[in-house]
């Protein structure tokens, strides 16, 4: 008998899932900004601008999916 045991995932809406992926984006893009600040070399330099354009499309993208569901971020309290 097989007892390996599986991790058990949250399940998400589509609506959580686009909320994840936006949260997901903004700290990539973040970590992309503070690298392209950093880089001293023409090719890091290239690299960290087409990341950043990447990420800013998908962030677009994903923004406007939220949008169409009528789907707002986390709210803050307090």
Partial sequence: ?????QKMEPMHTEGEKILLAI????LKLL???????AATEEPLVDSYIYEITALQKKYE?????????????PRKTG
């Fill in 1 to 5: 008998m097989n007892k390996s045991k």
């Fill in 23 to 26: 949260q997901d984006i903004q």
């Fill in 31 to 37: 970590c992309a900004r503070q690298g392209f600040e």
């Fill in 61 to 73: 993208y994903y923004l406007q999916m939220a949008k169409k569901m009528g789907l707002t971020g």
